[in-house]
């Protein structure tokens, strides 16, 4: 059987309303990642996580702190924003940071939305990549990046090392769409082969919807499989993705709009050529928030997301059968000070217990900052 890997006759599913919910509260573990006084940690999801056995490695914002309002993320725009690494070698229990940009290896956070590139740090220019990635080699990992997130075009780093030294940045395709504002969600096939979920920019420049793009030459040439479902009225973004056999994926994005704040699903059994709706697992996030969804070594679906509505609080769900049905909510935790929390990535690790990373803060006026939730599913 080839390795997958992810930082990823239709069945259309009926959504299934769950009103009740788990709670692991006492039975997790919360670990701070990255917490420094005055400083705003954020957005896991928008730059991936991997994991090697016991040793995790996940991207992550810093900038600084400031209370913009209720509604707003509470980072000061008008300060500089970076892109960091954190590496635990023991299963989550402890990290370190790393700078990607003091080995030369600026990896820019971008995002209009967001804060601007540290003064004194420049990029380097954007390659056309030469193709020939062996996506299979033991110690790689990608982290593909957007230049704003309503527009504009993307680019991705790779490296061989885990993550210590990275090649880039590399220009990835319009598709012929108005804008890629990307994040970092692929699916290893096999040595030349990667299948990658983007958002693309909707008809009027506003985000988005997700795409399914694939290189079958190492990286040097990419072509668009597939829109994901009909131009959203609001937006339907940030895909989270795994291959479930030969031409079946699933795919779980962020919508929102008028109406609604949700996590849906759709599902390929072509290979990515077509994609149809396969249910709502989530069917409130309160103002909106993406999720992670990964295998687990047994075969069950996890979907780890967060909740912008009290309590504040970060949860799974898992599913048995492929994503056909998912059981109860889980709560991780629920001790969130305000809406600004979220953008999970969860990896398993050696023993079988899932690490959930993603950026949380303890009330409105206070810093946000990165954590890890240690849990067992099988609890």
Same mark, same amino acid.
């Given at each position: 059987?080839?390795?997958?890997?992810?930082?990823?006759?239709?069945?259309?599913?009926?959504?299934?309303?769950?009103?009740?919910?788990? !709670?692991?509260?006492?039975?997790?573990?919360?670990?701070?990642?990255?917490?420094?006084?005055?400083?705003?940690?954020?957005?896991?999801?928008?730059?991936?996580?991997?994991?090697?056995?016991?040793?995790?490695?996940?991207?992550?914002?810093?900038?600084?702190?400031?209370?913009?309002?209720?509604?707003?993320?509470?980072?000061?725009?008008?300060?500089?924003?970076?892109?960091?690494?954190?590496? !635990?070698?023991?299963?989550?229990?402890?990290?370190?940071?790393?700078?990607?940009?003091?080995?030369?290896?600026?990896?820019? *956070?971008?995002?209009?939305?967001?804060?601007?590139?540290?003064?004194?740090?420049?990029?380097?220019?954007?390659?056309?990549?030469?193709?020939?990635?062996?996506?299979?080699?033991?110690?790689?990992?990608?982290?593909?990046?957007?230049?704003?997130?309503?527009?504009?075009?993307?680019?991705?780093?790779?490296?061989?090392?885990?993550?210590?030294?990275?090649?880039?940045?590399?220009?990835?395709?319009?598709?012929?769409? @108005?804008?890629?504002?990307?994040?970092?969600?692929?699916?290893?096939?096999?040595? &030349?082969?990667?299948?990658?979920?983007?958002?693309? !920019?909707?008809?009027?420049?506003?985000?988005?919807?997700?795409?399914?793009?694939?290189?079958?030459?190492?990286?040097?040439?990419?072509?668009?499989?597939?829109?994901?479902?009909?131009?959203?009225?609001?937006?339907?973004?940030? @895909?989270?993705? *795994?291959?479930?056999?030969?031409?079946?994926?699933?795919?779980?994005?962020?919508?929102?709009?008028?109406?609604?704040?949700?996590?849906?699903?759709?599902?390929?059994?072509?290979?990515?050529?077509?994609?149809?709706?396969?249910?709502? @697992?989530?069917?409130?996030?309160?103002?909106?928030?993406?999720?992670?969804?990964?295998?687990?070594?047994?075969?069950?679906?996890?979907?780890?997301?967060?909740?912008?509505?009290? @309590?504040?609080?970060?949860?799974?769900?898992?599913?048995?059968?492929?994503?056909?049905?998912?059981?109860?909510?889980?709560?991780?935790?629920?001790?969130?000070?305000?809406?600004?929390?979220?953008?999970?990535? !969860?990896?398993?690790?050696?023993?079988?217990?899932?690490?959930?990373?993603?950026?949380? &803060?303890?009330?409105?006026?206070?810093?946000?900052?990165?954590?890890?939730?240690?849990?067992?599913?099988?609890?």
């Amino acid at each position: 059987m080839q390795r997958y890997l992810r930082t990823l006759a239709v069945l259309i599913c009926v959504p299934v309303a769950i009103a009740s919910f788990t !709670s692991l509260t006492s039975a997790a573990e919360n670990v701070d990642i990255y917490r420094v006084p005055g400083r705003f940690g954020g957005w896991p999801a928008n730059h991936g996580a991997w994991v090697w056995g016991d040793e995790i490695l996940v991207g992550l914002s810093a900038g600084y702190h400031k209370n913009n309002g209720a509604g707003f993320h509470a980072i000061d725009h008008e300060k500089g924003e970076e892109h960091l690494l954190a590496r !635990s070698m023991d299963g989550g229990k402890t990290w370190k940071i790393e700078n990607p940009s003091e080995k030369g290896a600026l990896i820019p *956070v971008g995002g209009a939305l967001h804060g601007i590139t540290p003064p004194g740090l420049k990029e380097k220019e954007w390659q056309d990549c030469p193709g020939g990635i062996d996506f299979t080699h033991p110690d790689f990992c990608l982290t593909a990046r957007m230049t704003d997130t309503h527009c504009g075009p993307a680019r991705f780093y790779y490296s061989m090392d885990r993550g210590h030294n990275w090649q880039g940045p590399f220009r990835l395709p319009l598709f012929d769409q @108005p804008g890629i504002p990307a994040r970092t969600d692929y699916i290893v096939d096999d040595k &030349n082969t990667m299948t990658m979920f983007l958002t693309a !920019s909707k008809a009027d420049r506003k985000e988005g919807r997700p795409i399914c793009v694939r290189t079958t030459d190492g990286g040097k040439t990419w072509k668009l499989l597939s829109l994901i479902g009909p131009e959203p009225e609001g937006y339907s973004i940030m @895909p989270s993705s *795994v291959r479930l056999g030969p031409n079946e994926l699933l795919t779980s994005v962020r919508v929102r709009d008028d109406k609604k704040r949700t996590i849906e699903l759709y599902r390929s059994t072509d290979n990515g050529k077509t994609f149809q709706e396969a249910g709502t @697992p989530v069917a409130d996030t309160g103002l909106g928030n993406p999720s992670s969804l990964i295998v687990l070594k047994d075969g069950r679906l996890c979907l780890t997301y967060g909740v912008r509505k009290p @309590p504040f609080r970060m949860c799974a769900k898992l599913s048995k059968d492929g994503g056909r049905t998912w059981g109860e909510e889980i709560t991780l935790r629920d001790d969130g000070g305000c809406r600004d929390i979220g953008y999970p990535r !969860s990896v398993e690790r050696a023993d079988g217990k899932v690490v959930t990373i993603y950026y949380f &803060n303890d009330s409105e006026d206070t810093d946000r900052y990165v954590a890890a939730t240690i849990w067992d599913p099988k609890s």
